[in-house]
Nanobody, 117 residues
Framework: QGHLVESGGGSVQAGGSLRLSCAAS????????MGWFRQAPGKEREWVAG???????TYTDSVKGRFAISKDNAKNTLYLQMNSLKPEDAAMYYC???????????WGQGTQVTVTS
């Protein structure tokens, strides 16, 4: 069994930055893809960014150039650096892990990001 625990959320003014962390533990395959998702009130959950085992990064168009996904393999922790935050980035952010191209096996509990204008 594996677990993902997010942290780093908070409230920030528009234009500010936050770095989210996702600590992985247990039997999560190190070759799994990892990703960040978000869900705002009244909206569906959307994929934000992904990272393959080989280091390939992908982003949804709305965050390209502002967000960066990375992983510290020694700490087994996934990060999402979020810069130039906008009010529309406010949401609950979740990390996920799973076999690339297949449904995600593991989800965290989420961390809240609030962006004030």
């Amino acid at each position: 069994q594996g677990h993902l625990v997010e942290s780093g959320g908070g409230s920030v003014q528009a234009g500010g930055s936050l770095r989210l962390s996702c600590a992985a533990s247990g039997n999560i395959d190190s070759r799994y893809c990892m990703g960040w998702f978000r869900q705002a009130p009244g909206k569906e959950r959307e994929w934000v960014a992904g990272l393959t085992y080989s280091g390939t990064q992908t982003y949804t168009d709305s965050v390209k150039g502002r967000f960066a996904i990375s992983k510290d393999n020694a700490k087994n922790t996934l990060y999402l650096q979020m810069n130039s935050l906008k009010p529309e980035d406010a949401a609950m952010y979740y990390c996920a892990a799973g076999p690339c191209g297949r449904p995600w096996d593991y989800w965290g509990q989420g961390t809240q990001v609030t962006v004030t204008s």
